[in-house]
Structures are given as C-alpha cells and as structure tokens.
C-alpha cells in the first residue's frame, strides 16, 4: 500500500461473493489507525474477505498484517 500513515483516511471493506457477482460492505471509512481495530474484531472468515482502499491503492487486510 503506498499510502501507510495512521492518519490516511481509508475504506474498510468486506468482499462477499455471491450468485449475482457479490458486492463490497463498507465496514468504515476514517483513519487507518481506527481502521485496523475493527478489522482485528472481525472473525478470521471475514478477515479472509477484507480489503483497505486509500485513494491510491487496495490491498488486502491480510497482506497488510503479513498473514
């Protein structure tokens, strides 16, 4: 992710797939820094299906923490 500090405002998503193509949920949009902790709260499912969007970049929850 090219944009990485705490302040950057992010989108915090969940990727569900689905039978007409699946859709995104927007869990949040605000700081990384509060964005993080919610993701930690999901279960590991979701945490599989979560992705953080900055203007620039998306990356994986996943990626992001190293798993």
Same mark, same amino acid.
């Given at each position: ?6 302040? =950057?405002?992010?989108?915090? $998503?969940?990727?569900? %797939?689905? +039978?007409?193509?699946? #859709? =995104?949920?927007?869990?949040f $949009?605000?700081?990384? %820094?509060? +964005?993080?902790?919610? #993701? ?28």
């Amino acid at each position: 992710m090219r944009t990485t500090q705490d302040g =950057a405002t992010v989108r915090l $998503y969940h990727l569900v %797939s689905g +039978a007409d193509g699946g #859709a =995104a949920h927007t869990l949040f $949009y605000g700081p990384l %820094s509060e +964005a993080v902790p919610i #993701a930690e709260q999901q279960s590991e499912d979701v945490q599989d299906a979560l992705f953080i969007a900055t203007d620039n970049d998306v990356v994986a929850y996943c990626d992001l923490i190293g798993l």
